[in-house]
């Protein structure tokens, strides 16, 4: 079928307009975080006059982003090799060895999906406290393994009964034990998986807000979303300043995502899909 | 592996940390939701279903139900018609489409947090890029205080969540529409099939399982929405967008009342749970047939 004339111009207003509506906001974000205050009273789209770069200091050094980001980064990456590590080794005996005792555990991990996490933070709360896990960073990624935990635990069963036997029984019988054969065979062929587990899980850790809000208060360990969050609190309605940060709190996984485009879709896609 | 001890070796840290983090937790929403704890004292008086007789009658919370609905029946229909539209018109090869496919997805990498401030700026009835380009364009009539407005801060924030999503959706259904065969339809060129029963008869039936994760996770995510909410709102003005999360936190940390607050979260809980089953009911029925 042969597209007409009218359909592509159409076809093409259509795609333009909505990459108008996703790019406009971003601009303005960038535009504001380096007006200057007289600047931002003119509120056209227009570049302005003088770039003040120094917002980018300023807001790092105000906003504590440096701590920012090393909590951001030890809370994400510790969750991820954590529930990397937990949910592929629990995969493994439930596709390879068929029991009661697997069966039983398959569903009790998936169950697990279905459980939003509000109904689990009243709880948690009583319970990290009386472990005396509140604003240490052990009790915020042991929930984000938890939480993680039963989708990964899907998708690596998933994908591990459709790998065959034959290579680990070949392993068995040169005398490799289960855990050499799963560290030596099994974990690396599951590699796409385990992007796929990496890359979404990154993304909804990384910018989550609800579980530090409650859990990780104290000042030297917020993570960038609620660094940025009580910075607003202070400097309320200081755009450029709360935008600078904005912009240095998400050009980490922005800069990622661009160099790594292709691995990126294919991790959400296949995460998402399997479901 | 054959040996149960092994077995269990495996499974056991993430069955201990899902048990400790996870299923005690809800098992304790059970728990909490016939208390009236208040999160400070270490006294909790068991007061039977209390909480539940109070939360029938409290208007609030069928306010914030009422919200939860609307909020997630616009996200999802919404979201999902304007993301198969550009699915499709970008179901081709070249650079452009590629490049586009890149931009759309760039706002799901932010955090909601960052997200709620830059539209809170453009929402500004002062500041504000949309009044000021209403202006502009001579439609300073127009021109609303989008968030401040109880008349139009429900789809301020709607509006803002899609604008997120979309392109999470697209990148979904364009992984379904290019694993339909070309040649089926290219049978359906030599039937003379037209562009709108090519896709009411090829195209969608074929994007079914595509769809059935689309309008999951739309729907799922927006009956729970929190941070979007509150970082733009609060759930105000009054209680125009507050969400059945954004009350149950409100009335646990800001309100001390954690018994209450529980008794919320199993009510969203079974709501969550219910929709998801007869939705899946539908799209995987759906999904067969086709």
């Known amino acids: ?275 | 592996m054959k040996r149960p001890g092994t077995q269990l070796l495996f499974m056991l840290p993430a069955i201990v940390l899902f048990t400790l983090f996870l299923m005690i937790p809800m098992v304790g929403s059970f728990y909490f939701s016939l208390t009236n704890w208040d999160g400070l004292s270490p006294h909790v008086d068991y007061v039977g279903f209390q909480n539940y007789k109070t939360l029938l009658h409290d208007s609030e919370v069928w306010i914030a139900l009422k919200n939860t609905f609307i909020f997630a029946a616009l996200v999802t229909v919404l979201q999902n018609v304007l993301s198969l539209l550009l699915a499709l018109l970008l179901d081709k090869a070249g650079w452009l489409v590629r490049f586009l496919r890149v931009v759309y997805l760039i706002p799901a990498m932010l955090s909601a947090l960052a997200i709620g401030y830059v539209w809170t700026y453009f929402y500004n009835p002062v500041l504000g890029v949309i009044n000021v380009m209403l202006d502009n364009i001579g439609l300073g009539a127009w021109a609303q205080d989008w968030l401040g407005d109880p008349k139009f801060s429900m789809y301020s924030v709607v509006f803002t969540n899609i604008w997120q999503w979309t392109g999470l959706s697209i990148i979904i259904y364009l992984a379904g529409l290019q694993a339909i065969p070309h040649d089926l339809y290219e049978a359906g060129d030599i039937d003379g099939a037209r562009r709108l029963q090519r896709f009411r008869h090829i195209t969608f039936p074929l994007i079914a399982p595509a769809f059935t994760v689309n309008i999951l996770i739309s729907i799922i995510g927006s009956l729970k929405v929190f941070d979007l909410i509150y970082v733009m709102t609060k759930g105000g003005p009054g209680t125009a967008t507050e969400s059945l999360a954004v009350l149950l936190y409100k009335k646990a940390f800001n309100f001390n009342e954690m018994g209450y607050g529980t008794a919320i979260a199993i009510v969203m809980f079974f709501v969550i749970l219910a929709i998801s089953v007869i939705q899946l009911r539908i799209l995987r029925g759906r999904e067969i047939e086709a």
Request: positive net charge.
């Open chain 1, 1 to 275: 079928m042969k597209a007409t004339v009218g359909s592509r111009v159409f076809s093409n207003l259509v795609l333009a307009v909505w990459a108008l509506i996703v790019l406009l906001p971003l601009y303005v974000l960038v535009m504001v975080s380096v007006k200057s205050p007289s600047e931002l009273l003119d509120t056209s789209l227009k570049l302005p006059k003088a770039w003040m770069w120094s917002h980018f200091s300023d807001a790092w050094e105000k906003a504590h982003m440096g701590s920012a980001f090393g909590s951001s980064l030890l809370i994400t990456a510790t969750s991820l090799l954590g529930v990397v590590l937990a949910s592929s080794l629990a995969a493994y005996p439930i596709a390879r060895a068929k029991s009661k005792l697997t069966g039983f555990f398959f569903l009790y991990f998936i169950s697990g999906i279905m459980i939003p996490f509000p109904l689990t933070m009243i709880p948690l709360y009583k319970l990290l406290k009386m472990f005396h896990l509140i604003n240490t960073y052990p009790g915020v990624i042991f929930i984000y393994i938890a939480m993680t935990v039963p989708f990964s635990v899907f998708l690596y069963t998933g994908f591990l009964k459709g790998v065959p036997r034959e290579l680990e029984e070949s392993a068995l019988i040169d005398g490799c034990g289960p855990f050499r054969s799963f560290l030596i065979i099994i974990f690396p062929l599951m590699k796409p998986v385990t992007a796929s587990i990496i890359i979404t899980n990154s993304l909804t850790i990384w910018n989550d807000f609800l579980v530090p809000l409650l859990f990780l208060q104290a000042r030297e360990r917020r993570t960038i979303p609620n660094a940025i969050f009580s910075f607003t609190g202070q400097y309320n309605s200081d755009w450029a300043m709360i935008f600078s940060a904005i912009v240095l709190g998400s050009l980490p996984l922005i800069v990622t995502f661009l160099l790594l485009q292709k691995q990126f879709i294919k991790g959400i896609v296949g995460g998402a899909v399997k479901g």
